[in-house]
């Protein structure tokens, strides 16, 4: 995907926003914007409902099915992993573009793989990806191989019980099918579940879906309140996602 952004990039802010976002990306997934003022943006796909202003977002939910994939024979040098055998999902064409194969059991075990292309398929299907990068450590039949998607492309409202990274709060409303521009470092107002002090620690909500809330040992830190922010409002975090 061509894109008009190189090296550190800087923007004004709002003429980022606005219109539904794009129909066709005009970046690639997952590229980073920062804002004169240090906000920090990712461009994600949304799907399958629009996006809302002022809620929490994770990336697509994993698919185990996906993950500790037999490797057929891969050479040192070879940019093609052929003939997977997936489990029991569907797998939708370039599902996985700017996503990674993680290789999980040895030989190779440890490097990622940047995936470039690979089409669709039904469940059980069996299917090659074709690489960004090139292999590194040869793989064999023993070789297994977790697929992992580009968490911006397929952003969802973080659920109450997450499937998937969580990568921002979104700016403004982006129309399901559409790209645009989702929030994941600086202030920015987002809904709380329950009632948060200023200066608290904010994890991802457990019971409201979209919320933050004052965060526990067992979830992620995204960041903290700028301000107090009552129950079920929306206040000030400053995000520590980028």
């Not at 992992?148 to 921002?168: A, C, E, L």
């Amino acid at each position: 995907m061509a894109t008009n952004l190189s090296g550190p990039v800087l923007v004004a802010g709002r003429p980022l926003f606005g219109a539904g976002g794009d129909t066709v990306p005009q970046h690639p997934v997952g590229a980073r914007v920062e804002a004169n003022d240090g906000r920090v943006y990712r461009y994600c796909f949304v799907t399958p409902t629009a996006m809302v202003a002022g809620q929490l977002y994770q990336g697509p939910a994993q698919k185990t099915t996906h993950q500790d994939l037999t490797a057929t024979a891969a050479a040192i040098g070879d940019t093609t992993l052929s003939s997977l055998v997936l489990g029991a999902t569907v797998i939708q064409l370039n599902e996985y573009a700017g996503g990674q194969a993680v290789i999980s059991v040895t030989p190779g075990v440890g490097y990622s793989y940047r995936i470039k292309s690979h089409l669709g398929g039904a469940a059980s299907a069996t299917i090659s990806f074709t690489l960004e990068d090139a292999v590194e450590v040869a793989l064999t039949a023993t070789s297994r191989i977790d697929l992992v998607h580009n968490p911006y492309n397929g952003v969802i409202v973080n659920p109450t019980t997450r499937t998937g990274p969580v990568v921002g709060v979104a700016v403004d409303v982006i129309t399901a099918g559409n790209y645009g521009w989702i929030q994941s470092q600086g202030p920015i107002g987002v809904l709380a579940d329950g009632t948060i002090a200023v200066g608290n620690n904010v994890s991802a909500s457990t019971g409201v879906a979209g919320a933050v809330a004052v965060a526990t040992t067992a979830t992620a830190l995204l960041g903290w309140a700028c301000t107090g922010i009552a129950d079920t409002e929306y206040g000030s975090v400053y995000l520590t996602l980028d």
